[in-house]
């Protein structure tokens, strides 16, 4: 076998242990948040696929440095099975949200999912500089939550959607909310001094994969009754193509991003690239 293919096989299999690792430090943290990760709604693929996206887009981190990431995108599904499946009422929707943003501003968590996040608030706070950048982590988990309560809003109401007013709502997603915790805790210099201009990188990626989770998860959301673009009226060729323009479009706003940080950048196209390989494949929607 030729050196570069053994070398190639080498990098795949750290990946994927790397993964492994991750998978493992994700179960104990189902088991330490009592009841907020129900056997019946999450299962071992869903800890595995998380932390393959994860690694695959940060293949040279530990998974020391992948802690938030994945521990973030792991909180933002618990966060989308209770609004989606447990909440019943607006006002309960609003009062989670709430809750949780009291949390990230220093309240004392109530309940598991408050805990959770307080837990990874205190983590993120033993990084140097998040003082400077809470108010970014702050505001973009504001903006999922309002997403999200307006999600589901649009079900209870049966709102009709335009394919432009469904993507103007890609935050309820929740995939820029765990970049940004992402890059406070372990970001270069330059990425963490221009963290405001990488989210709204991080936000076009996000639009991107919020289609890309539908298409891929469209039999189980019209089983559960949850929000879908091709539900919307919207032919798959229109989403199809959709997705083909946001990806080059987030293609272009990544590039710059390379010779300033290319870890970063990396970062953001195995973001794109990982999840449209294994979710198109695997049809399970991305978590975020």
Same mark, same amino acid.
Not at 72 to 93: G, I, N, S
Not at 137 to 151: I, T
Not at 272 to 280: K, R
């Given at each position: 076998?030729?050196? *570069?293919?053994?070398?190639?096989?080498?990098?795949?299999?750290?990946?994927?242990? #790397?993964?492994?690792?991750?998978?493992?430090?994700?179960?104990? +943290?189902?088991?330490?948040?009592?009841?907020?990760?129900?056997?019946?709604?999450?299962?071992?693929?869903?800890?595995?696929?998380?932390?393959?996206?994860?690694?695959?887009?940060?293949?040279?981190?530990?998974?020391?440095?992948?802690?938030?990431?994945?521990?973030?995108? #792991?909180?933002?599904?618990?966060?989308?099975?209770?609004?989606? *499946?447990?909440?019943?009422?607006?006002?309960?929707? $609003?009062?989670?949200?709430?809750? +949780?943003?009291?949390?990230?501003?220093?309240?004392?968590?109530?309940?598991?999912?408050? @805990?959770?996040?307080?837990?990874?608030?205190?983590?993120?706070?033993?990084?140097? /500089?998040?003082?400077?950048?809470?108010?970014?982590? @702050?505001?973009?988990?504001?903006?999922?939550?309002?997403?999200?309560?307006?999600?589901?809003?649009?079900?209870?109401?049966?709102?009709?959607?335009? !394919?432009?007013?469904?993507?103007? $709502?890609?935050?309820?997603?929740?995939? +820029?909310?765990?970049?940004?915790?992402?890059?406070?805790?372990?970001?270069?210099?330059?990425?963490?001094? *221009?963290?405001?201009?990488?989210?709204?990188?991080?936000?076009?990626?996000?639009?991107? #994969? *919020?289609?890309?989770?539908?298409?891929?998860?469209?039999?189980?959301?019209?089983?559960?009754?949850?929000? $879908?673009?091709?539900?919307?009226?919207?032919? @798959?060729?229109?989403?199809?193509?959709?997705?083909?323009? !946001?990806?080059?479009?987030?293609?272009?706003?990544?590039?710059?991003?390379?010779?300033?940080?290319?870890?970063?950048?990396?970062? #953001?196209?195995?973001?794109?690239?990982?999840?449209?390989?294994?979710? /198109?494949?695997? /049809?399970?929607?991305?978590? +975020?």
């Amino acid at each position: 076998m030729p050196d *570069h293919e053994v070398d190639e096989a080498f990098e795949l299999g750290r990946t994927c242990a #790397l993964a492994a690792e991750c998978g493992r430090d994700l179960r104990r +943290c189902a088991q330490m948040y009592s009841g907020l990760f129900p056997a019946t709604a999450f299962s071992a693929d869903d800890y595995s696929a998380l932390t393959l996206s994860t690694a695959f887009s940060a293949p040279w981190a530990t998974a020391a440095r992948l802690k938030v990431a994945n521990r973030a995108a #792991l909180w933002v599904l618990a966060v989308d099975r209770l609004v989606d *499946h447990t909440a019943t009422t607006r006002e309960q929707v $609003n009062r989670l949200a709430g809750e +949780c943003l009291s949390v990230a501003d220093g309240a004392v968590p109530r309940s598991a999912v408050t @805990r959770f996040l307080a837990d990874l608030r205190d983590e993120l706070a033993t990084v140097k /500089g998040f003082d400077d950048l809470r108010r970014l982590w @702050r505001d973009q988990l504001a903006r999922m939550l309002a997403g999200m309560a307006r999600a589901w809003v649009w079900r209870d109401t049966r709102t009709v959607l335009t !394919l432009d007013g469904y993507l103007d $709502n890609a935050d309820s997603r929740g995939s +820029c909310f765990v970049d940004v915790s992402h890059w406070i805790y372990t970001a270069d210099d330059w990425a963490k001094a *221009h963290l405001e201009e990488l989210r709204a990188v991080s936000r076009q990626v996000q639009r991107y #994969l *919020h289609l890309l989770g539908d298409v891929a998860s469209y039999r189980k959301d019209m089983s559960w009754g949850d929000l $879908n673009v091709l539900a919307l009226g919207v032919s @798959r060729a229109e989403v199809t193509e959709a997705m083909a323009e !946001l990806a080059r479009e987030a293609a272009a706003l990544i590039e710059p991003v390379r010779a300033r940080s290319p870890r970063t950048a990396v970062y #953001l196209r195995g973001r794109l690239g990982f999840n449209a390989g294994f979710f /198109g494949i695997s /049809g399970r929607g991305p978590a +975020c």
